[in-house]
């Protein structure tokens, strides 16, 4: 079967996206190898992820992602973005979006399109509970992490370091995300080690958002309500709201651009 996909990216976190509405793709992808020979660099397209355009009653769409590791995945933020933007270029959605992912239902608004970029905000849910310790802080914004404080983050071993918190005992189960953070002013610089791809990735969209809301626990920022956020991809801005330590009204805005789009020869 031949399939029609986009490869797109969010400040360096990159993907396939596959439009599914008809609905018999679906099948081929419960083959945890042929997502992974996919996303893999040297052997498929390349990819951090993949990510299947659904449809669902109630909303305009459902996103269902998997990481390149072939398993499907929890919340992505810069995926989300990315799923938004296709389904605009697709004509299902124009303006504002509401999507399932994860079985959770988020919000997004595009803000303007520039050439092969389209600038999305997108809303997160509320974030009540977190646990700081002296060490880090493990908050969960749609997807699991671990958030490091460091002094010089460009010098800092992610995969390494990454690995050891991710394969800990700790998270010896599930795993974790790993977020290495540095604040300079009143802007964090962040690089990520992402489970599911192994490896670090140039941005992480719920990373992003968990070193923000993270930073302001941490530093008790008080009055902060939005920041911007530097990654080895791109610029990303995060916005909120905080009262008595509840974290809502969280938005994700930043670029979802088109690279390419192709076609590929899937296997029965």
């Known amino acids: 079967m031949i399939v029609p996909f986009f490869k797109m990216h969010g400040t360096g976190n990159d993907f396939i996206v596959i439009d ?9 992808f419960d083959n945890r190898q042929l997502i992974s020979r996919l996303c893999d660099r040297h052997l498929g397209i390349g990819a951090d992820g993949l990510i299947l355009i659904n449809t669902r009653a109630g909303c305009h769409f459902e996103m269902t992602y998997y990481n390149s590791d072939g398993l499907m995945g929890t919340m992505c933020g810069n995926g989300g973005r990315c799923a938004v933007a296709a389904a605009n270029h697709l004509n299902m959605v124009h303006g504002n979006a509401l999507f399932i992912a994860n079985e959770a ?14 600038f999305v905000k997108l809303k997160l849910n509320d974030v009540v509970k977190y646990h700081v310790t ?45 977020d290495f953070v540095q604040l300079t002013g009143t802007s964090i610089f962040v690089r990520t080690y992402e489970r599911g ?28 309500k939005e920041m911007q956020v530097k990654t080895l991809g791109g610029d990303l801005k995060v916005s909120f709201s905080c009262h008595q ?24």
Not at 20 to 28: A, E, L, M, S, V
Not at 105 to 118: E, L, V, W
Not at 153 to 175: F, H, N, P, W
Not at 200 to 213: D, N, P, Y
């Open 245 to 268: 330590g509840t974290f809502t009204d969280i938005f994700l805005e930043g670029p979802a651009t088109f690279v390419f789009k192709g076609e590929i020869e899937i296997q029965s």
């Open 197 to 224: 791809v192994e490896n670090e990735t140039l941005s992480c969209g719920t990373g992003v958002v968990a070193s923000v809301l993270s930073t302001v626990v941490k530093n008790q920022l008080i009055g902060i």
């Open 20 to 28: 599914n509405r008809p609905h018999f793709i679906q099948k081929y």
């Open 105 to 118: 239902q988020y919000k997004a608004s595009i803000i303007k399109k520039k050439n092969n970029t389209i």
């Open 134 to 178: 002296d060490d880090f802080v493990f908050m969960n914004t749609g997807s699991p992490h671990h958030v490091v404080f460091v002094d010089d983050v460009m010098a800092v071993d992610v995969v390494g370091e990454g690995k050891k918190i991710r394969y800990g005992e700790l998270y010896s189960e599930k795993g974790v995300n790993v």
